[in-house]
């Protein structure tokens, strides 16, 4: 039983599902832009690379797997998957590539799974990784500042004096010490001229 939680128009989501059991467990779903299938075909390199996953978290995320009601492996495939003769890296390929084929459900199990196991894994994955407005923000000012300072250096010396008042009143738009290196270049320039 699911029952939706929270806003509606806020982008995560808060779901409470009931186990077995009747308790409540919460789970938060990030981004419904992008299917669990499509997440895990981009964060399979990350799992598959060498010593992110040993063979007792890939063994445990499997027996969860097989576990969880409605079961997502058979005994027959968890068996498959957990063969200690075949290489670790084989063997996680083969259960993601067979999470993929069964569809989206499956694919979010498998993401519960890795959360509850290896929550450091889980929080590292490429496919969690969200570039903050700041960072588009920042990127922005250094650019703006930058054209502000070369249309300044390039327009002549009526201009200087007015760049030095931008420059000192925009703490915001750059950090102090660039802001002071600008500044120094400003005076410079001016003084050659």
Wanted: charge should be positive.
């Amino acid at each position: 039983m699911l029952e939706a939680s929270g806003e509606s128009g806020s982008a995560a989501a808060t779901l409470f599902r009931q186990d077995k059991q009747g308790k409540k467990t919460i789970k938060s779903y990030e981004s419904e832009d992008q299917s669990y299938c499509d997440r895990l075909r981009q964060d399979m390199y990350f799992l598959t690379s060498n010593g992110r996953l040993s063979e007792h978290l890939v063994d445990k995320i499997i027996l969860q797997l097989n576990r969880v009601y409605p079961q997502i492996l058979t005994n027959k495939e968890a068996e498959k998957f957990r063969n200690p003769k075949t290489l670790l890296h084989t063997r996680l390929s083969d259960l993601i590539k067979h999470l993929q084929n069964k569809g989206d459900r499956h694919c979010q199990e498998f993401y519960r799974a890795l959360q509850i196991n290896a929550e450091q894994v889980y929080n590292d994955l490429p496919s969690r990784r969200i570039i903050s407005p700041m960072f588009f923000l920042a990127c922005f000012s250094v650019a703006a500042g930058f054209a502000l300072f070369m249309n300044c250096c390039n327009s002549g010396t009526k201009v200087v004096g007015g760049a030095r008042k931008i420059l000192g009143f925009s703490p915001i738009i750059i950090g102090r010490h660039v802001r002071n290196i600008c500044m120094l270049y400003l005076e410079d320039t001016s003084r050659n001229k």
